[in-house]
Nanobody, 126 residues
Framework: QLQASGGGLVQTGGSLRLSCAAS????????MGWFRQAPGKEREFVAA????????YYADSVSGRFTFSRDTAKNTAFLQMNDLKPEDTALYYC?????????????????????WGQGTLVTVSS
């Protein structure tokens, strides 16, 4: 199970850090992803991380502003979001993808992630 937290209300240009805690004891052969869904829009990819080596992949819209990291000892991932914009407003979901391998390429495909946490709301005011 995944437990997301850290959302809130912030002004344009501000920062937030989202967390996603995983209950699995061994997460080494997983990828974790963050997705977001704004009202009236489809769920979209934000970022992904390969748990085994910390390799990351970002959507163009957040690259350079968001940083995805993980604490392997705590099975917790973090999405540091800087320079937030009103268009970042959405419900943010963390998700996990079991790959069974340490070397599978990261993906932005929603359907590749089978475990989902509840959303945490991020609102950026202008």
């Amino acid at each position: 199970q995944l437990q997301a937290s850290g959302g809130g209300l912030v002004q344009t240009g501000g920062s937030l850090r989202l967390s996603c805690a995983a209950s699995e004891r061994t997460f080494s052969k997983y990828h974790m992803g963050w997705f977001r869904q704004a009202p009236g829009k489809e769920r979209e990819f934000v970022a992904a991380i390969r748990w085994s080596d910390g390799n990351t992949y970002y959507a163009d819209s957040v690259s350079g502003r968001f940083t995805f990291s993980r604490d392997t000892a705590k099975n917790t991932a973090f999405l540091q979001m800087n320079d937030l914009k009103p268009e970042d407003t959405a419900l943010y979901y963390c998700a996990a993808r079991f790959t069974g391998s340490f070397r599978v390429t990261l993906t932005k495909e929603v359907n590749s992630y089978r475990s989902w946490g509840q959303g945490t709301l991020v609102t950026v005011s202008s």
